[in-house]
């Protein structure tokens, strides 16, 4: 038990110097497995929070959020993975690639070819843990400020790192897709951050279950139109009246 403390007293040590930490970083600090660090923090629940593979401190987290990752993740699943696997055909090997936050493209990721060599750049923890584990993925993380809601990072910094990359497609996902309001965004700073993807991709593909569509939700970032191809469950999609 002393130990047990020991750990967890040094745990929050690298937390408050860090903010956050992966918990293989962690593992490696303190010399444990990740096991038993994951045991130590699960009955702190008031201390500690682990969240997309990283350990934060429990007061980092909005004890009220208008979107939950963990809750998201597990509607529309099996959906999102369809339209997933019609977005995963625009990827080409070598390509440099965009992909968006949320819980919608982690199924993407997913599907990635173990074997396909590609460079990706994010923001959002849950998406990048993913993609760590992909042995042919150059992997580059956004940084900034981090939003627990949607485990993602956003600032000025990221901003001006896009501006330094060739991005061949931008994979964006939405929480609301209305004919003629366009694409939005719950968050606003993921709304700023799509735009400027979108702007230095290529193409930009839109990919949602149809649980999304005809929603408005508060922070615009693109018309239908300014996506090359829009993809949902049941393939590519079309505003009505539109071949």
Same mark, same amino acid.
């Given at each position: 038990?002393?130990?047990?403390?020991?750990?967890?007293?040094?745990?929050?040590?690298? #937390?408050?110097?860090?903010?956050?930490?992966?918990?293989?970083?962690?593992? $490696?600090?303190? *010399?444990?497995?990740?096991?038993?660090?994951?045991?130590?923090?699960?009955?702190?629940?008031?201390? &500690?929070?682990?969240?997309?593979?990283?350990?934060?401190?429990? $007061?980092?987290?909005?004890?009220?959020?208008?979107?939950?990752?963990?809750?998201?993740?597990?509607?529309?699943?099996?959906?999102? @993975?369809?339209? +997933? $696997?019609?977005?995963?055909?625009?990827?080409?090997?070598?390509?440099?690639?965009?992909?968006? +936050? *949320?819980?919608?493209?982690?199924?993407?990721?997913?599907?990635?070819?173990?074997?396909?060599?590609?460079?990706?750049? +994010?923001?959002?923890?849950?998406?990048?843990?993913?993609? /760590?584990?992909?042995?042919?993925?150059?992997? #580059?993380?956004?940084?900034?400020?981090?939003?627990? /809601?949607?485990?993602? &990072?956003?600032? =000025?910094?990221?901003?001006?790192?896009?501006?330094?990359?060739?991005?061949?497609?931008? &994979?964006?996902?939405?929480? *609301?897709?209305?004919?003629?309001?366009?694409?939005? /965004? #719950?968050?606003?700073?993921?709304?700023?951050?799509?735009?400027?993807?979108?702007?230095?991709?290529?193409?930009?593909?839109?990919?949602?279950?149809?649980?999304?569509?005809?929603?408005? @939700?508060?922070? &615009?970032? /693109?018309?239908?139109?300014?996506?090359?191809?829009?993809?949902?469950?049941? *393939?590519?999609? =079309?505003?009505?009246?539109?071949?």
């Amino acid at each position: 038990m002393v130990r047990n403390r020991e750990r967890l007293d040094k745990l929050g040590a690298l #937390i408050l110097e860090r903010g956050v930490i992966h918990l293989r970083d962690a593992a $490696q600090a303190l *010399g444990v497995s990740e096991m038993t660090i994951r045991r130590d923090i699960a009955g702190e629940a008031k201390r &500690f929070v682990y969240l997309g593979g990283h350990i934060m401190p429990a $007061q980092a987290v909005e004890p009220e959020q208008p979107y939950e990752l963990a809750a998201a993740a597990d509607k529309h699943a099996s959906d999102k @993975r369809k339209a +997933c $696997q019609f977005a995963v055909e625009h990827l080409r090997a070598e390509d440099t690639v965009f992909i968006d +936050c *949320g819980t919608t493209l982690i199924h993407l990721v997913d599907l990635l070819p173990n074997d396909m060599p590609l460079t990706v750049v +994010c923001y959002a923890l849950n998406i990048a843990e993913r993609l /760590a584990s992909k042995p042919h993925v150059r992997l #580059i993380m956004m940084g900034g400020f981090y939003h627990p /809601a949607s485990a993602s &990072f956003s600032g =000025e910094a990221g901003l001006t790192l896009l501006d330094q990359l060739g991005v061949n497609t931008a &994979f964006l996902s939405a929480a *609301g897709l209305d004919a003629a309001r366009g694409a939005t /965004a #719950i968050h606003f700073h993921e709304a700023e951050i799509k735009r400027k993807a979108m702007n230095i991709s290529a193409r930009n593909i839109l990919v949602l279950d149809n649980s999304k569509l005809g929603r408005i @939700r508060p922070a &615009f970032f /693109a018309k239908a139109d300014d996506f090359d191809a829009i993809y949902t469950e049941d *393939g590519a999609w =079309e505003p009505e009246g539109e071949e």
